[in-house]
């Protein structure tokens, strides 16, 4: 059993940053491959970013590629994604995933364990 809970979220303004974090509990989180996804009001779920177990190898969406920057440190269960520069269409409420084996990348059904989300508010 993982349990994910995220924090970090809140009201800021075009161009600031934020960062999210991800603590995660079970044995299999240091070993596991971990992403971010995000919803908008009235919109699905999207993929935005992806990190391997020892965070060597990462995947951004094209939309927040070059601004975010998903990282993690294991001796913390935790996982984190940076967002700089962030643009009012950045607004969703952001949920950490943990991947399961074998499965897609950039793809919900791809993950096993979720989180409950933290809301990320952007005014222009």
């Known amino acids: 059993q993982v349990q994910l809970v995220e924090s970090g979220g809140g009201l800021v303004q075009a161009g600031d940053s934020l960062r999210l974090s991800c603590a995660g509990s079970?044995?299999?989180?240091?070993?596991?491959?971990m992403g971010w996804f995000r919803q908008a009001p009235g919109k699905a779920r999207e993929f935005v970013a992806f990190i391997n177990w020892d965070g060597g190898h990462t995947v951004y969406a094209g939309s927040v590629k070059g601004r975010f920057t998903i990282s993690r440190d294991n001796a913390k269960n935790t996982v984190y994604l940076q967002m700089n520069s962030l643009k009012p269409e950045d607004t969703a409420v952001y949920y950490c995933a943990r991947k399961s084996p074998g499965a897609d990348v950039a793809t919900q059904r791809g993950y096993d364990y979720w989180g409950q989300g933290t809301q990320v508010t952007v005014s222009s």
């Open positions: 079970g044995r299999t989180f240091s070993s596991s491959a």
